[in-house]
């Protein structure tokens, strides 16, 4: 406690704080919280008992964090952004535990933004001014609205797969042999396959052994995506796979733990091939969108990645 400073109209009843953090005026914490080390908690903040918060993390004016709050190292809470811990609340009357809401390591929450309870926010993801959260946010999300919608994802740059469809082939041409190009995330890379356009329509055509990286040993399609909706979020230990945007259009991000891309499927000329151990996610499907993914292996439940976390701790022992 002699290592942090507490102004003189703040009440801090917890002798739990970390040494450099800077507790202002009008700030009341409860006997039961912790504050790490370097945090700066600004004026008109109430921090009750159950509330643990991490290193280096700032908590702007107007901010009242509840029981079952987590706030991990480097997080960002903006002013006035308001978290709940009870779903069903009642005058008087108390759940037998509040609800945990937990806010990962170098997440931000703009200001005025409601966190409903229960709700986990992943690690670096970005939670924009007045958005209403209402599920849990994939690590590295941007997300903004009511309900709250993923937009984009931090430090993810966006790749065009293609030009425009007619831009790319005039009528009556015929593509060569498929251009691969790297995405930059591992192995993955846009492939650009055979094509023949004319007076009576279009044609997309490979063969397994010479045009795909791979001989598919399954097929799926998804289609009929809500628009809000995120699918795919997770990685493959063995399997690989290659995604055409049959109808309509969708973006794909690819990340390998390090760094990220997204890629925009919006032709079937093109696909995106997905090697092992990069986690894929799809999203912003249009309404007529129908994405076929080929597999190179059956499908095995133990071949899934399905939390970041566990992915990157992965990448980085390899």
Request: with cysteine.
């Amino acid at each position: 406690m002699d290592e942090c400073f507490i102004h003189p109209q703040a009440i801090c009843e917890s002798d739990r704080i970390g040494a450099g953090t800077r507790v202002w005026a009008f700030v009341h914490i409860l006997p039961g919280a912790a504050v790490g080390v370097d945090c700066n908690i600004c004026d008109h903040v109430f921090v009750e008992n159950d509330v643990i918060i991490g290193n280096r993390v700032t908590v702007k004016s107007g901010v009242q964090l509840w029981d079952g709050v987590r706030l991990e190292n480097d997080v960002f809470v903006g002013p006035n952004a308001t978290f709940t811990n009870d779903k069903f609340p009642r005058s008087k009357q108390y759940p037998e535990r509040f609800l945990h809401t937990v806010v990962e390591q170098g997440a931000s929450i703009g200001a005025n933004a409601t966190i409903l309870p229960g709700i986990r926010i992943g690690a670096r993801a970005m939670v924009g001014a007045g958005a209403v959260v209402t599920h849990d946010v994939p690590p590295k999300a941007i997300i903004s609205g009511n309900p709250a919608v993923i937009s984009g994802y931090v430090d993810t740059p966006v790749e065009q797969s293609s030009e425009t469809f007619a831009d790319m082939f005039p009528t009556g041409t015929v593509s060569g042999d498929n251009n691969r190009s790297s995405v930059g995330i591992g192995n993955a890379a846009i492939y650009r396959l055979k094509f023949i356009r004319d007076l009576r329509g279009s044609l997309t055509v490979a063969e397994f052994h010479d045009d795909l990286p791979f001989v598919p040993a399954r097929l799926f399609m998804v289609y009929d995506v809500p628009s809000s909706d995120v699918r795919g979020e997770h990685a493959h230990r063995e399997c690989e796979q290659f995604l055409i945007a049959m109808r309509g259009s969708l973006s794909i991000v690819l990340d390998d733990g390090k760094s990220s891309r997204e890629v925009r499927l919006d032709t079937p000329v093109t696909g995106v091939y997905i090697p092992p151990m990069i986690w894929g996610i799809q999203y912003k499907f249009t309404e007529d969108a129908v994405l076929l993914v080929l597999a190179s292996q059956p499908y095995c439940a133990n071949d899934y990645i399905r939390d970041y976390a566990i992915f990157q701790e992965l990448t980085e022992k390899a």
